[in-house]
């Protein structure tokens, strides 16, 4: 709960004298503390605990919508905006490209290089050269890496510069977390005095995973999105994805005897199938789905994660 600055203290000079008493005054002035933070401020919300793959629906643009004004968690997630998209087109930054149309300096990341909108299996996405990054280290050089530049850059013959954060020290070029801003991607680059700041750390949210301009094909056909059981869905980009075929099927978990909601907005999309809150998709209908666990949480979008090999053998494809 945020306190917002409130202190709570007893002053009562009986209290000395009366131990029970005391213990009972100081319940009571504590509950009335807690009260007076519920009341006059609010409970911190962290949207990390929420369920669904949160970083998949900001990423691609989907709006929250929630049950009661006020809540911390959505209840679905409006991705209404996505049947706007043409499978002719390509998309970055917000930006339409027509194929045959390059990749504009403004719209692109660090390693987007040389990239052109094509079309291919009737889905038009870009198609960007490949880059071979030198990790070769002579003596005497050390690799930098930092969030403007997609290969890092090899410094040689210089006193490598330090940086100091909570209370451990980095190398120049190294990657390194805030304790108190877990949010934050930083790197240690000349210069850093403590503060965290551009350009040596970035919000998380401002490296965006880009599924509509790396996963055009995933979109158009409803595919999933799949983490690995290390990852965290709210927080973490996908790595693979899980699309359609003909053996999968929906395991329906909600009680057949009570009503479940139809309404559009209230149901996971999977391909061409549709799931209610609490159902499930199958597993091992091919590499994809092998030990997956794909439930609908948060419609429309299903989470899928899979399974740690304590609970699945991933080798036993």
């Known amino acids: 709960m945020a306190s917002r600055g409130y202190a709570c203290t007893v002053h009562d000079s009986t209290m000395a004298r009366h131990s029970d008493s005391r213990s009972i005054s100081q319940k009571c002035v504590v ?10 401020g609010k409970e911190i919300c962290d949207e990390t605990k929420c369920p669904g793959p949160l970083r998949y629906y900001k990423d691609i643009g989907c709006k929250p919508v929630y049950k009661n004004p006020g809540d911390c968690c959505a209840q679905v997630y409006d991705c209404s905006h996505l049947k706007n998209l043409s499978p002719e087109k390509c998309y970055a930054n917000g930006h339409e490209y027509d194929v045959g149309e390059s990749l504009k300096p403004e719209d692109a990341k660090p390693c987007e290089i040389g990239c052109t909108c094509i079309l291919h299996d009737s889905v038009a996405h870009f198609s960007c050269a490949i880059l071979d990054c ?11 890496y930092s969030h403007d ?17 909570d209370g451990k020290l ?3 070029g190294e990657h390194f ?15 850093y005095k403590g503060e965290n700041i551009e350009p040596f750390c970035k919000k998380r949210s401002d490296t965006s995973c880009d599924p509509v301009f790396r996963q055009p094909h995933d979109i158009h056909d409803n595919c999933v999105p799949v983490f690995y059981s290390s990852q965290n869905p709210q ?26 909601s139809e309404e559009e907005s209230k149901l996971c999309r999977f391909g061409n199938m549709t799931m209610h809150i609490g159902d499930e998709l199958n ?22 994660q899979r399974l740690p090999d304590s609970e699945c053998d991933s080798k036993n494809l």
Do not use: W
Request: proline share 6%.
């Open 149 to 165: 530049k997609c290969c890092p850059e090899r410094i040689c013959n210089k006193k490598r510069a330090t940086c100091e954060v």
């Open 283 to 304: 597993q091992n209908t091919d590499y994809s789905s092998h030990c997956v666990k794909c439930l609908c949480e948060v419609p429309p979008v299903p989470t899928c």
């Open 235 to 260: 927080t973490d980009c996908n790595l693979s994805a899980r699309c359609q075929n003909s053996k999968d099927a929906v395991i329906h978990n909600h009680d057949s005897l009570k009503s479940v």
């Open 177 to 191: 977390l805030v304790k108190s801003d877990p949010e934050l991607e930083c790197y240690c680059l000349p210069g």
């Open 31 to 40: 509950l009335m503390c807690l009260v007076a933070v519920h009341v006059a």
């Open 170 to 172: 980095y190398l120049d």
């Open 134 to 144: 030198n990790f070769n280290v002579d003596q005497d050089c050390y690799m930098r």
